[in-house]
């Protein structure tokens, strides 16, 4: 019984090594075309924006009431509290795992490292440095014109729901 046991992880082996074997080369090429630093600095990005709409609902919060001291600082730890909490879940190897068991069934080994092997090139390079380039620039274009369709939706969002409030007419009253 142990000498089939033993029999059976030999075989299992290379099948273990070629595993690792292609999860190395997709990191590589993560490596290489600034994926992992990519997702990491999208994961932040998210994070400051969650962080920012905390802000903004503590200021909404505030100009409509008119607080003490003592309420004032329980508020801004309430809002330090959050942005405690705001935790990323994901660690830089965490992102690579994901990706290799997403990405890496998509191509044998020989294309990862054909893939490899252009995004070390120098065109390679230059390619990425590129896209980095233009992703930069058409993201900020982009949120340019998303800017004034979010702004005229979240005023016409915020009318209608006073409209609605107003009409309905069921403020709560106190006990």
Not at 34 to 52: D, I, N, P, S
Not at 107 to 135: N, R
């Amino acid at each position: 019984m142990r000498q089939r046991l033993i029999i059976l992880l030999a075989a299992l082996m290379p099948f273990t090594a070629l595993a690792d074997s292609k999860a190395d080369k997709v990191k590589t090429l993560m490596d290489a075309t600034g994926l992992t630093e990519t997702w990491t600095t999208q994961f932040q990005a998210v994070k400051a924006q969650t962080e920012k709409v905390g802000q903004q609902t503590l200021d909404q919060v505030l100009a409509q009431l008119n607080p003490n001291e003592e309420f004032k600082k329980r508020l801004a730890n309430a809002y330090a509290n959050y942005t405690k909490k705001l935790v990323i879940p994901w660690s830089d190897q965490k992102i690579v795992d994901v990706w290799v068991g997403y990405y890496g069934p998509n191509f044998t080994e020989e294309e990862l490292d054909k893939l490899i092997e252009f995004h070390t090139s120098d065109l390679g390079k230059k390619d990425i440095a590129a896209k980095k380039q233009a992703m930069g620039k058409f993201i900020e274009e982009y949120q340019q014109a998303w800017q004034p369709v979010l702004t005229k939706a979240n005023k016409e969002y915020v009318e209608e729901l006073k409209t609605v409030a107003a009409e309905c007419n069921c403020k709560k009253t106190a006990p």
